[in-house]
């Protein structure tokens, strides 16, 4: 029977097969794949060390020997979806436009995978596939003269903000799929609720806003703008010019072929 470790112990340091012996029967990606393809299909919540053995045909107890904890399954599992990263040989040249171009990715790869998410801090980051992401992101800011922590901390707050808007709109899509009936009635009565609430005149203000921002939110193009505003308020810190052209910003297009959408949508980056 398989024991936990009694140290800490990371599972990247961990020997995928013994010196000696017969050869696993399975990889590390293999039971990565595994989990993967459960919680794509069940949530987070469905991936447990049974559900991954009955999966991959094996007994329960022989999986601990592959990946000791829960916690390293969970690694593996960011670790594969962070190999779904498209990284060029290298930068372009214009860090703006690569950062958004990071983002764009990873926000697409989270909507493939809905639970990733969830794993962004609990999982410690530290992969083969999520320091390949950390070095070329870090290099995509070579020209910059700001120190590599500010660079980091640039790099943890775009990927914070892939993050947070990524959960707010799987949450508002899971709202919508559990409502007793279509959205669109929940969403007639709210506005109409909302339109007798503006029209008291207690909230001009807000009255104002509606009236400048009619019609459907572009999700796209309002996760570009907040984006393009981070990036805009580490330009001064960091110093420097994006590439030969300056400032590029985000290139304003409000959709990219990597997210492919708000159902097709980092990043397990770091």
């Given at each position: 029977?398989?024991?936990?470790?009694?140290?800490?112990?990371?599972?990247?340091?961990?020997?995928?097969?013994?010196?000696?012996?017969?050869?696993?029967?399975?990889?590390?990606?293999?039971?990565?794949?595994?989990?993967?393809?459960?919680?794509?299909?069940?949530?987070?919540?469905?991936?447990?060390?049974?559900?991954?053995?009955?999966?991959?045909?094996?007994?329960?107890?022989?999986?601990?020997?592959y990946v000791p904890r829960k916690e390293d399954l969970h690694e593996l599992?960011?670790?594969?979806?962070?190999?779904?990263?498209?990284?060029?040989?290298?930068?372009?040249?214009?860090?703006?436009?690569?950062?958004?171009?990071?983002?764009?990715?990873?926000?697409?790869?989270?909507?493939?995978?809905?639970?990733?998410?969830?794993?962004?801090?609990?999982?410690?980051?530290?992969?083969?596939?999520?320091?390949?992401?950390?070095?070329?992101?870090?290099?995509?800011?070579?020209?910059?003269?700001?120190?590599?922590?500010?660079?980091?901390?640039?790099?943890?707050?775009?990927?914070?903000?892939?993050?947070?808007?990524?959960?707010?709109?799987?949450?508002?899509?899971?709202?919508?799929?559990?409502?007793?009936?279509?959205?669109?009635?929940?969403?007639?009565?709210?506005?109409?609720?909302?339109?007798?609430?503006?029209?008291?005149?207690?909230?001009?203000?807000?009255?104002?806003?509606?009236?400048?921002?009619?019609?459907?939110?572009?999700?796209?193009?309002?996760?570009?703008?907040?984006?393009?505003?981070?990036?805009?308020?580490?330009?001064?810190?960091?110093?420097?010019?994006?590439?030969?052209?300056?400032?590029?910003?985000?290139?304003?297009?409000?959709?990219?072929?990597?997210?492919?959408?708000?159902?097709?949508?980092?990043?397990?980056?770091?």
């Amino acid at each position: 029977m398989a024991r936990r470790p009694a140290e800490p112990e990371v599972i990247w340091d961990r020997p995928q097969r013994a010196a000696r012996g017969p050869r696993p029967a399975y990889t590390r990606a293999d039971i990565a794949a595994a989990a993967v393809r459960i919680a794509d299909e069940g949530g987070l919540d469905a991936v447990t060390m049974r559900h991954v053995a009955a999966e991959l045909g094996c007994a329960t107890m022989s999986l601990y020997n592959y990946v000791p904890r829960k916690e390293d399954l969970h690694e593996l599992m960011v670790d594969l979806v962070g190999g779904e990263y498209a990284l060029p040989d290298k930068p372009s040249g214009h860090w703006r436009a690569d950062l958004t171009d990071l983002a764009r990715q990873a926000r697409a790869m989270m909507h493939r995978h809905p639970w990733v998410p969830r794993l962004m801090s609990p999982v410690y980051g530290f992969s083969p596939n999520a320091l390949a992401y950390l070095e070329y992101a870090l290099s995509c800011l070579d020209g910059l003269e700001g120190t590599y922590g500010a660079k980091l901390e640039l790099l943890a707050m775009v990927n914070g903000l892939v993050t947070a808007y990524v959960a707010n709109e799987l949450a508002t899509a899971e709202r919508d799929r559990s409502l007793p009936w279509p959205p669109e009635r929940e969403h007639a009565v709210r506005s109409a609720y909302l339109g007798r609430a503006l029209a008291s005149g207690r909230y001009p203000r807000l009255a104002a806003s509606l009236v400048e921002n009619e019609g459907p939110i572009d999700l796209d193009g309002a996760f570009d703008r907040a984006l393009e505003r981070l990036l805009n308020s580490f330009e001064k810190t960091l110093g420097g010019t994006d590439g030969p052209g300056g400032s590029e910003g985000t290139g304003g297009s409000g959709r990219s072929e990597a997210t492919g959408g708000s159902d097709g949508s980092g990043g397990a980056g770091g």
